[in-house]
């Protein structure tokens, strides 16, 4: 079975400036989908960004980054000039590809998550 | 810009008592699921509904859970039964594709009392 981990509870960062997240998971397949979901204190889970384990370019979404690292099973999120609405519960996610076209249909499977904190 | 509706935000229930979380997907969405996070914890996937049945399900999805998708827009979690133990925030997701990402509603926080 695939797991996700996140092995920092917690992070902090200084406005403006830069803070990685970090994520790994297990698997033995070959094709999946990777992504960060953010949970701001209103707990809606919001799409931040996604990664197809096919591609080999980091995926990019404004001041949103990962580090994919397919062979280390190791999938970073980088965020940027970090904004005090930034401040949120992060949550790295795996979903599987033959699931996702097979017969059940592609559940996500969730890291802890890491509360980030964005200090002024 | 369509989202993932669910109703109620926030209900309170007695032990032992049935309740019925509701939730609207994205009107052309095909692929619809329910995950639960107790609180403090990660989220966990409880079920997955496609072509008006279940496509998967968790070991936490038993027989006190059903699902329903009665009138092709609406999708609901029922539970028979309520335990302290559900007490949790349900969040139901919907996907257009198969190789789209998932939208998720705002949650309903169920607490058991």
């Known amino acids: 079975a695939q797991t996700v981990t996140q092995s920092q509870p917690e992070m902090s960062v200084q406005e403006a400036e830069t803070v990685t997240l970090s994520c790994t998971y297990d698997t033995s397949e070959s094709d999946y989908y990777l992504f960060w979901y953010k949970q701001p204190p209103s707990r809606q889970m919001i799409l931040v960004i996604r990664?197809?384990?096919?591609?080999?370019q980091n995926a990019t979404e404004n001041r949103f980054s990962v580090n994919f690292q397919k062979a280390a099973k190791s999938f970073s999120l980088k965020i940027s000039d970090s904004q005090l609405g930034d401040a949120a519960m992060y949550f790295c996610?795996?979903?599987?590809?033959?699931?996702?076209?097979?017969?059940?249909?592609?559940?996500?499977?969730f890291g802890k998550g890491t509360k980030l904190s964005v200090k002024p | 810009e369509p989202e993932v509706t669910q109703t109620p935000s926030h209900q309170v229930t007695q032990m032992g008592q049935e309740v019925i979380l509701r939730c609207v997907p994205i009107?052309?969405?095909?692929?619809f699921y329910w995950y639960r996070q107790i609180l403090g914890q990660k989220v966990e996937f409880l079920v997955s509904?496609?072509?008006?049945?279940?496509?998967?399900k968790s070991e936490i999805f038993d027989d006190q859970f059903s699902v329903e998708r009665p009138d092709g827009s609406n999708f609901t979690l029922k539970i028979r039964s309520t335990k302290l133990e559900d007490s949790a925030m349900y969040f139901c997701a919907s996907r257009m594709r198969a190789n789209t990402e998932a939208f998720f509603g705002q949650g309903t926080r169920l607490t058991v009392v």
């Open positions: 009107s052309n969405h095909l692929y």
């Open positions: 996610a795996y979903r599987s590809a033959a699931k996702t076209y097979g017969g059940s249909q592609g559940n996500l499977i």
């Open positions: 509904f496609y072509n008006n049945e279940i496509s998967e």
């Open positions: 990664q197809e384990a096919y591609k080999q």
